[in-house]
């Protein structure tokens, strides 16, 4: 059970390139969420999945796309880097939905994004 | 709305001593509450949670925290700091719109010295 992965750790681009990161989960969680971690503001959302073809915008959505085509994978693609997204983002995925079960959320090791 | 404070950007203990990171919440309905620890380089490890049932909760490593409605403040304890614990810890409370929507906190960072 390898949990939470991101793919790739660290990653540098050119403002304007586009990119997608990585998130997979293997415990069959229905719900799953990105972040991004900057300093001295703890960690924002950015979009999450309740399920399969099920996405939402979270508090600082723009400039990323989700799609949500299987429970495993939640890839987030960034259309044209810019600096001002130079950040650490995180993945994490919960077993349940709003106010039923275990609402833990398991958070991947993260990946490092650096905006040139 | 629902808020979370982190009442100290960073706090330096000794070692052996105890540990106190303190955090104070908004919210209008009773929250989950929830602290996670963050390792350098590392992802967000659970450390404790609050979902309305007792109000002290014992976390792993030692750690607890004790809900308290009437100061709105969950704050995270530990009688004898080791060096393994330096890290960032974050305060998080859930949202009321969706209980899988969570708000952190900006975060303390625990120093231990030897």
């Known amino acids: 059970n390898a949990g939470v992965t991101q793919t790739p750790k660290f990653q540098v681009l050119k403002t304007g390139q586009s990119m997608t990161l990585q998130c997979a989960q293997d415990?069959?969680?229905?719900?799953m969420s990105w972040y991004r971690q900057d300093p001295g503001m703890g960690l924002r959302l950015i979009h999450y999945?309740?399920?399969?073809?099920?996405?939402d915008q979270g508090e600082v959505p723009n400039g990323y796309n989700v799609s949500r085509s299987t429970t495993e994978d939640f890839p987030l693609r960034l259309l044209s880097a810019a600096p001002s997204q130079t950040s650490v983002y995180f993945c994490?995925?919960?077993?349940?939905?709003?106010?039923?079960?275990?609402?833990?959320?398991?958070f991947g090791p993260g990946t490092r994004l650096l905006v040139l | 709305a629902q808020s979370v404070t982190q009442l100290d950007s960073h706090v330096s203990v000794s070692e052996g001593t105890p540990v106190l990171l303190r955090c104070n919440y908004s919210?209008?309905?009773?929250?989950?509450l929830f602290w996670y620890v963050q390792h350098p380089n590392k992802g967000l490890q659970l450390l404790l949670k609050?979902?309305?049932?007792?109000?002290l909760v014992k976390g792993i490593n030692g750690f607890e925290a004790e809900f308290k409605k009437s100061e709105t403040s969950f704050h995270l304890t530990k009688p004898s700091a080791h060096m393994s614990d330096a890290a960032e810890y974050f305060c998080?409370?859930?949202?009321?719109?969706?209980?899988?929507?969570?708000?952190f906190g900006s975060g303390t960072r625990l120093l231990v010295r030897p």
């Open positions: 994490a995925s919960s077993y349940s939905l709003a106010g039923v079960g275990d609402m833990t959320q398991y």
């Open positions: 999945s309740v399920g399969a073809g099920i996405t």
């Open positions: 609050y979902t309305s049932a007792a109000t």
């Open positions: 919210s209008s309905y009773s929250p989950s």
């Open positions: 998080v409370v859930s949202r009321m719109d969706s209980s899988y929507k969570l708000i």
């Open positions: 415990m069959n969680h229905e719900y």
